[in-house]
């Protein structure tokens, strides 16, 4: 178990808390090197969608553009039951309430704002993973809490207030298999935590099959226990700022009630189009096909160019290592025009890897092939 917490970070203002450098600021030089390529960059270093949102969601948007009340910050009937029975159909979590789901402005806005939200305060301690989407630990700092990041399988320090799990995870693709997960929730309810499992990538299993927390199989109690979920992967809605979060009706309620004082509303075009996306799960196979496929041709391609991909069994990345320095790898990829995001992004523990995404165009993807 290590800090979060030393050099490096960089200072929001003299009254405000204290937050790491933006990532991907200091990829800069790398992006320009990348760029110089004949045939242009080949950007692998983030996770933005680049295919075009379903026609079908973009009339659900149209379709209340007039509509010019004050949305609910609960969100429509029709979309709570719809996240409801998608949780049911995709992920056969069949006893979600309706009234226990509520519409988010994305997830990155509630990893930020959930630990302020769900009452840390100054001291208390928020765990994450030893390799972990930066916002975990940015929401802490926000709340003034102290980071730690666990191994897998490591639990949670005692007095814990909030652990985040993330399976499959960003930047890995590591999946928790039932058991793991049923062993860290009780581990972290044992410790007085509230759980929060960041699941969106769930829909993009490759080499395994992953399972919300909220699972039959994972089979532990829901207080206390958030799932959140994400449409910008699966639906290509990262544009729309689209996610829902779920699990314990109580905590769920506490995060409504605030949320309606904060004016964290998802807009109502936003609403419709989620409504859409959660009713209708053959766009999401189209797209699941689509990375599907650049994943099966980049990834040997990586391999030939002599490097070794570790977990990756599911997500949108590849976890990539040479066996060197990541920043070092980085600048390998960017003299071929390729830019990647060095693990260090993630962690002290990925610096000898780098995170290669699968969200670029069919024709950006067999650019990098040939190029490695």
């Not at 090197?33 to 149209?62: C, F, K, M, Y």
């Not at 976890?319 to 060197?324: K, Q």
């Not at 960017?334 to 962690?347: D, S």
């Amino acid at each position: 178990m290590s800090s979060a917490n030393g050099p490096g970070a960089a200072s929001s203002g003299p009254r405000g808390p204290q937050l790491p450098q933006f990532p991907w600021d200091s990829l800069a030089p790398h992006k320009a090197t990348a760029a110089a390529h004949p045939d242009g960059i080949v950007d692998l270093s983030v996770g933005t969608p680049v295919d075009p949102v379903p026609e079908n969601l973009r009339q659900a948007l149209r379709s209340v553009s007039e509509v010019p009340g004050y949305p609910a910050t609960h969100g429509t009937a029709a979309l709570r039951e719809a996240a409801a029975e998608s949780m049911r159909r995709r992920y056969g979590v069949d006893d979600v309430e309706p009234d226990a789901v509520l519409p988010t402005i994305g997830s990155k806005e509630l990893v930020a704002w959930l630990p302020t939200l769900a009452g840390v305060r100054p001291g208390d301690v928020v765990a994450i993973p030893e390799l972990a989407y930066p916002t975990y630990e940015v929401g802490a700092k926000i709340a003034g809490a102290e980071v730690v990041r666990l191994a897998p399988g490591e639990p949670p320090p005692d007095g814990t207030a909030l652990l985040w799990l993330n399976s499959p995870s960003n930047p890995t693709g590591r999946v928790l298999d039932a058991g793991q997960l049923a062993a860290q929730v009780r581990a972290a309810q044992d410790a007085g935590a509230v759980v929060a499992s960041d699941e969106c990538y769930l829909a993009l299993g490759w080499d395994a099959d992953p399972v919300s927390v909220l699972h039959p199989s994972v089979g532990v109690p829901r207080t206390g226990l958030l799932a959140v979920h994400s449409l910008s992967k699966s639906s290509n809605l990262a544009g729309y700022r689209a996610g829902f979060v779920t699990g314990d009706p109580d905590l769920v309620a506490r995060l409504l009630e605030l949320r309606k004082h904060a004016g964290m509303i998802v807009p109502r075009p936003v609403q419709e189009a989620v409504t859409a996306a959660l009713r209708d799960d053959e766009h999401v196979a189209v797209q699941r096909e689509r990375y599907a496929e650049r994943r099966a041709a980049l990834r040997p391609a990586l391999e030939a160019a002599g490097f070794r991909i570790e977990h990756s069994q599911a997500g949108l990345y590849l976890w990539a290592t040479r066996g060197e320095d990541a920043w070092r790898t980085v600048e390998w990829l960017a003299q071929r025009g390729i830019l990647a995001a060095p693990g260090t992004f993630y962690g002290p523990e990925g610096g000898a890897h780098v995170r290669i995404a699968l969200t670029a165009t069919d024709e950006r993807i067999a650019a990098a092939v040939k190029r490695l």
